[in-house]
């Protein structure tokens, strides 16, 4: 894989990731007049119950859901210049516009004003968005073997790269597909986030983590994992090297677990063998949710990955998957339990719904036969 930077108009960087090294190198200049970025996001911790918030007023004004003649995340083409000035690409990989986190944001006090106990502070990080491929009609689950290994290497190097930008704490990256998750431009892309504070979630599952090495002296992901793997009804489909399974307690009506047999703490860990067999097995989890319903899944797909820097021991890498489709046309909404309270009702039972995803991907394959 070839690595190429270069700079856009406004001084945000744009990365290529191109699978022939010998290709036509990245050179064309981005030569759009586009004003400079002013992130202004600030971050604030809820002294109630300890989580961050992310203020991001300024985000307001991106883009929504442009005509596909308008795409920003198409290649450039004479007289329709894009986020990508080259006229094609495998991956690549560019500061967002419009980012939740970034470099240079205004300094705030260490505390809202009126409010000493609400510690502050400006949103320092980086935010950046990934385009899996420049056909703008394909999907994440239509993308060949070699095109998924490609992505799951650029998520591994962003992962590095971005855990040397300073004040990055975590790293996120993830993809909303759908209208339903709130995608506002159809391209298939994800985004990586650069937090600048571990995230709640990630918190939580560190505490129980950590409780359980002490009781048990072993990891609670890996105990889980051993237990899907070895009673099955949960599982999806497995490899060599990694297993899908429906969690247990699954929260949403479509509610995957995507992880690599052996602990590592974050992607660049991963060796050449077990990304090797990822392509494999993802692929088929995406043909078994869009089979599910027998419509394209709206879905969420995130990698949850160690702190930087930390906590390495008490992290298992895994992708969470997850579907606010309860059926084909029905929205799981967060209401008055989930919203106040963030206890989760399910409709359904993951066995059940283990079931119907295997269902899904059979019928699926007989008809790709
Ligand atoms: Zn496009």
């Given at each position: 894989?070839?690595?190429?930077?270069?700079?856009?108009?406004?001084?945000?960087?744009?990365i290529?990731?191109d699978?022939?090294?010998?290709g036509?190198?990245?050179?064309?200049?981005?030569?759009?007049?586009?004003?400079?970025?002013r992130?202004?996001?600030?971050?604030?911790?809820?002294?109630?119950?300890?989580?961050?918030?992310?203020?991001?007023?300024?985000?307001?004004?991106r883009?929504?859901?442009?005509p596909?003649?308008?795409?920003?995340?198409c290649?450039s083409?004479?007289?329709?210049?894009?986020?990508?000035?080259e006229?094609?690409?495998?991956?690549?990989?560019?500061?967002?516009?419009f980012?939740?986190?970034?470099q240079?944001?205004?300094?705030?006090?260490?505390?809202?004003?009126?409010?000493p106990?609400?510690?502050s502070?400006?949103?320092i990080?980086?935010?950046?968005?990934?385009?899996?491929t420049?056909?703008?009609?394909?999907?994440?689950?239509?993308?060949?073997?070699?095109?998924?290994?490609?992505?799951l290497?650029?998520w591994?190097d962003?992962?590095e790269?971005?855990a040397e930008?300073?004040?990055?704490?975590?790293v996120?990256?993830?993809?909303?597909?759908?209208?339903?998750?709130?995608v506002?431009l159809?391209?298939?892309?994800?985004?990586?986030y650069?937090?600048?504070?571990?995230?709640?979630?990630t918190?939580r599952?560190?505490?129980?983590?950590?409780?359980?090495r002490?009781d048990?002296?072993?990891?609670?992901?890996?105990?889980?994992l051993?237990a899907?793997?070895?009673?099955?009804q949960?599982?999806?489909?497995?490899?060599?090297h990694?297993?899908?399974?429906?969690p247990?307690a699954?929260?949403?009506?479509v509610?995957?677990?995507?992880?690599?047999?052996?602990?590592?703490?974050?992607?660049?860990?991963?060796?050449?063998a077990?990304?090797?067999d990822?392509?494999?097995?993802?692929?088929?989890?995406?043909g078994?949710?869009?089979?599910?319903?027998?419509?394209?899944?709206?879905?969420?797909a995130g990698w949850?990955?160690?702190?930087?820097?930390?906590?390495?021991?008490?992290?298992?890498?895994?992708?969470?998957?997850?579907?606010?489709?309860?059926?084909?046309?029905?929205?799981?909404?967060?209401?008055?339990?989930?919203?106040g309270?963030?206890?989760?009702?399910?409709?359904?039972?993951?066995?059940?719904?283990?079931?119907?995803?295997?269902?899904?991907?059979?019928?699926?394959?007989?008809?790709?036969?």
């Amino acid at each position: 894989m070839r690595r190429t930077v270069r700079t856009l108009a406004d001084g945000r960087e744009i990365i290529y990731y191109d699978e022939e090294p010998s290709g036509q190198p990245r050179s064309t200049e981005d030569t759009r007049d586009l004003p400079p970025v002013r992130p202004g996001t600030e971050i604030r911790r809820d002294p109630l119950t300890g989580e961050w918030v992310v203020l991001a007023a300024h985000r307001q004004t991106r883009t929504y859901r442009p005509p596909a003649n308008a795409c920003p995340l198409c290649p450039s083409r004479p007289g329709s210049a894009t986020e990508i000035p080259e006229s094609d690409y495998d991956v690549v990989v560019f500061e967002n516009r419009f980012p939740s986190f970034a470099q240079g944001v205004p300094a705030v006090g260490s505390t809202v004003e009126g409010s000493p106990l609400v510690p502050s502070a400006g949103g320092i990080g980086r935010c950046e968005v990934v385009c899996f491929t420049s056909d703008h009609n394909r999907s994440f689950g239509e993308l060949s073997p070699r095109r998924v290994r490609t992505v799951l290497d650029v998520w591994a190097d962003r992962t590095e790269a971005l855990a040397e930008v300073p004040g990055v704490r975590q790293v996120y990256p993830f993809e909303n597909r759908g209208t339903e998750i709130g995608v506002t431009l159809d391209h298939p892309h994800g985004q990586i986030y650069g937090y600048p504070f571990t995230t709640p979630k990630t918190e939580r599952m560190l505490a129980v983590a950590r409780d359980h090495r002490r009781d048990t002296g072993r990891a609670v992901f890996g105990d889980l994992l051993a237990a899907e793997r070895a009673h099955g009804q949960r599982v999806l489909v497995s490899s060599a090297h990694w297993t899908a399974f429906v969690p247990p307690a699954a929260r949403w009506p479509v509610h995957v677990l995507l992880a690599p047999h052996r602990q590592v703490p974050d992607l660049p860990a991963l060796t050449q063998a077990e990304r090797d067999d990822f392509a494999e097995v993802y692929l088929a989890l995406l043909g078994m949710l869009d089979g599910l319903y027998g419509r394209p899944l709206p879905y969420v797909a995130g990698w949850n990955q160690a702190p930087v820097q930390s906590e390495q021991e008490l992290s298992w890498l895994h992708l969470e998957v997850l579907s606010v489709l309860r059926a084909k046309d029905k929205l799981k909404y967060l209401a008055g339990s989930e919203s106040g309270m963030a206890v989760w009702i399910n409709d359904t039972t993951p066995e059940q719904m283990a079931q119907r995803l295997r269902a899904a991907g059979d019928r699926r394959t007989v008809r790709d036969r």
